[in-house]
Structure formats: structure tokens, C-alpha cells
């Protein structure tokens, strides 16, 4: 297939482009070129919202829309098309308020979350306007996505905590839960969906079930082969500042995602990809100072 994905270099879209390169398909991926490319993919150094007639006369079987973000977004990349098989957009499990019934399914209510703000609303935004523009678009909403390459200081976090012997400091009880999904679960279900056409078009989609964060660091700290010993912080402390997460438990109802794609990859095995990937890429994660929190506000 010819695929277009958009951004390329960082994190989701770059584990994308990697893994349709490695499948075999023909992927061009759309981005400003201030990152190294993936290696096999053929770049359209632009913004998506100043492509003229740039990709007018090419015809892609699906559009892999990776960053859109805005209501913008999705209007200025979609007008700028010429013809097209599928519409695939990731967005967000942060479209669903904080408030609502849990697990969330995928027409239940979708407004402002007050943990991720102007970002989840975007999403809604986005969402909103290719459900406009394009019918027969599909729409996904993972939880917490994870694997290799990411960016993000959450498991990496835990790998430095388990990597220099560190007690770990865990929000309360640990008993909150989250719920993840592997990156290279969400790259297969883009290829079931493109390839089977499933007939729901809006799809929570994650692990079948979710872990306390207790669970989740004792599994981070083993795939370096050591064993958390924790120290409990008061709720009363802003988690943020010495932890990965918000204060917020939630879980989605991945009922239609099971249907077509019913097995996900272990939390457990998905996260030493996680770690073997970060203990050789350790200059590509965006690090917060949550030990400097922790060592001189709670230690």
C-alpha cells in the first residue's frame, strides 16, 4: 500500500512509519524535516498547513493522521488531498470528561477533562471535523500509549530509578489503576482496520486490563532485574512533580477494538522492548527533574 503518515520522526508517528516501512508498504510521511527521517521512507518536507498542490495528484490507500491535534489540523491536511482509500486518526482517550461512567465506552459523552485541558478538547475539535469532512474516517482513542521510542519520561523514569537502586516514592496505596497500549498493537490495529474495514469507526482502543501503578513499577524494575523497595507519598503532595502520572484513574471499554483485534502484547513483555530500546537510546527522552523533587522535597 502507499501510506501517508504524518509527522514521522517522533515517538507514535515515528514507531508508525517504522514499522509500515518494515511490512512492506510504499510510506511517505509529511513533516518539516528538523528530525532525522526514518530510514525507506520518502519525506514531504512541509507543513501540513501550507501544502498547496503538493500532494494533490498522489494517490494514497490510507492516511495514517498520526498529529492532528485541532479541528484545523484535520481541515487544512484533508483539503489539501487528492484521492484516498481510508482515513485513520489517533486521538485520544482524553476526549472522555473525568466525571463520566467508567469504563468510558465510545458514545458516551466526550467534553473537558480538567486533567488534560485544552488538549483533550482539541481532540474533540479534531474529531468533530473529519467526522464532517469524511464519514468513513476512522477515529482511535488509546489510553497510555508505550514502547520503544518513546519520548516520554513515564517508564523511563522507572527504568533510571531501578537502573541507580533507587527506593521508588509511589503515589498513596499504588493502588491506582492505569491501562496502557503497546505502540505496535496500535500500528497492527491501523493495518486490521485498513485491510478489514470494520463497521464501527470510533474505537476505544488498549490492553484488556489495567494495572494498579504498584503492579506497573514492580514490572519496570524486573526488566532491569531488580525489585522496588517503595516509599508511599501522601496524597497531599502534587503527584506530577515526583511521578509520571496525574492523579487519575480511569479505563475504557475496548469491546469493538476486540472483535477485530483481540489480543494485545503483554504489559510484562512490552515493557523490556521498553527498556532495551531506552538503555541504548537515552538521549532521546524529554527527562523531567522528578528525582530533584523527590530527593530534596521528599526524601
Same mark, same amino acid.
Request: proline residues 3%; glycine residues 6%; aromatic residues 14%.
Given at each position: 500500500?502507499?501510506?501517508?503518515?504524518?509527522?514521522?520522526?517522533?515517538?507514535?508517528?515515528?514507531?508508525?512509519?517504522?514499522?509500515?516501512?518494515?511490512?512492506?508498504?510504499?510510506?511517505?510521511?509529511?513533516? &518539516?524535516?528538523?528530525?532525522?527521517?526514518?530510514?525507506?521512507?520518502?519525506?514531504?518536507?512541509a507543513d &501540513?498547513?501550507?501544502?498547496?498542490?503538493?500532494?494533490?495528484?498522489?494517490r494514497f490507500?490510507?492516511?495514517?493522521?498520526?498529529?492532528?491535534?485541532?479541528?484545523?489540523?484535520?481541515?487544512?491536511?484533508?483539503?489539501?488531498?487528492?484521492?484516498?482509500?481510508?482515513?485513520?486518526?489517533?486521538?485520544?482517550?482524553?476526549?472522555?470528561?473525568?466525571?463520566? =461512567?467508567?469504563?468510558?465506552?465510545?458514545?458516551?459523552?466526550?467534553?473537558?477533562? =480538567?486533567?488534560?485541558?485544552?488538549?483533550?478538547?482539541?481532540?474533540?475539535?479534531?474529531?468533530?471535523?473529519?467526522?464532517?469532512?469524511?464519514?468513513?474516517?476512522?477515529?482511535?482513542?488509546?489510553?497510555?500509549?508505550?514502547?520503544?521510542?518513546?519520548?516520554?519520561?513515564?517508564?523511563?523514569?522507572?527504568?533510571?530509578?531501578?537502573?541507580?537502586?533507587?527506593?521508588?516514592?509511589?503515589?498513596?496505596?499504588?493502588?491506582?489503576?492505569?491501562?496502557?497500549?503497546?505502540?505496535?498493537?496500535?500500528?497492527?490495529?491501523?493495518?486490521?482496520?485498513?485491510?478489514?474495514?470494520?463497521?464501527?469507526?470510533?474505537?476505544?482502543?488498549?490492553?484488556?486490563?489495567?494495572?494498579?501503578?504498584?503492579?506497573?513499577?514492580?514490572?519496570?524494575?524486573?526488566?532491569?532485574?531488580?525489585?522496588p523497595v517503595?516509599?508511599?507519598?501522601?496524597?497531599?503532595?502534587?503527584?506530577?512533580?515526583?511521578?509520571?502520572?496525574?492523579?487519575?484513574?480511569?479505563?475504557?471499554?475496548?469491546?469493538?477494538?476486540?472483535?477485530?483485534?483481540?489480543?494485545?502484547?503483554?504489559?510484562?513483555?512490552?515493557?523490556?522492548?521498553?527498556? &532495551?530500546?531506552?538503555?541504548?537510546?537515552?538521549?532521546?527522552?524529554?527527562?523531567?527533574?522528578?528525582?530533584?523533587?523527590?530527593?530534596?522535597?521528599?526524601?
Amino acid at each position: 500500500m502507499r501510506l501517508l503518515i504524518t509527522g514521522g520522526t517522533t515517538f507514535v508517528s515515528k514507531y508508525t512509519a517504522t514499522y509500515f516501512v518494515e511490512q512492506g508498504h510504499d510510506v511517505y510521511v509529511l513533516n &518539516r524535516n528538523s528530525k532525522r527521517q526514518v530510514d525507506g521512507v520518502t519525506l514531504i518536507e512541509a507543513d &501540513r498547513h501550507a501544502l498547496g498542490d503538493r500532494i494533490r495528484d498522489i494517490r494514497f490507500d490510507a492516511i495514517l493522521d498520526i498529529t492532528a491535534y485541532d479541528a484545523a489540523d484535520i481541515e487544512d491536511l484533508f483539503n489539501a488531498l487528492g484521492l484516498f482509500g481510508q482515513y485513520v486518526m489517533v486521538s485520544s482517550s482524553a476526549v472522555y470528561p473525568e466525571y463520566a =461512567k467508567q469504563p468510558f465506552i465510545e458514545d458516551g459523552e466526550t467534553a473537558e477533562n =480538567k486533567f488534560w485541558g485544552k488538549y483533550g478538547t482539541d481532540k474533540i475539535g479534531a474529531e468533530k471535523k473529519l467526522t464532517e469532512l469524511c464519514r468513513e474516517a476512522y477515529i482511535l482513542r488509546p489510553p497510555y500509549l508505550y514502547g520503544p521510542m518513546n519520548n516520554v519520561y513515564r517508564e523511563a523514569f522507572v527504568f533510571d530509578c531501578a537502573k541507580n537502586d533507587r527506593e521508588f516514592y509511589l503515589p498513596g496505596d499504588g493502588e491506582m489503576r492505569l491501562q496502557f497500549l503497546h505502540v505496535r498493537d496500535l500500528c497492527k490495529i491501523m493495518e486490521r482496520i485498513i485491510n478489514t474495514l470494520p463497521d464501527d469507526h470510533v474505537i476505544n482502543v488498549g490492553n484488556k486490563d489495567a494495572v494498579t501503578v504498584k503492579e506497573w513499577v514492580t514490572l519496570c524494575y524486573k526488566c532491569l532485574g531488580k525489585e522496588p523497595v517503595f516509599v508511599n507519598v501522601d496524597k497531599d503532595v502534587e503527584q506530577r512533580k515526583y511521578f509520571s502520572f496525574y492523579d487519575y484513574e480511569y479505563f475504557l471499554d475496548i469491546k469493538k477494538q476486540q472483535s477485530f483485534y483481540p489480543d494485545t502484547i503483554s504489559l510484562e513483555d512490552g515493557l523490556k522492548e521498553s527498556a &532495551r530500546w531506552y538503555l541504548e537510546n537515552e538521549e532521546d527522552v524529554r527527562k523531567k527533574p522528578l528525582m530533584k523533587f523527590i530527593d530534596e522535597e521528599l526524601a
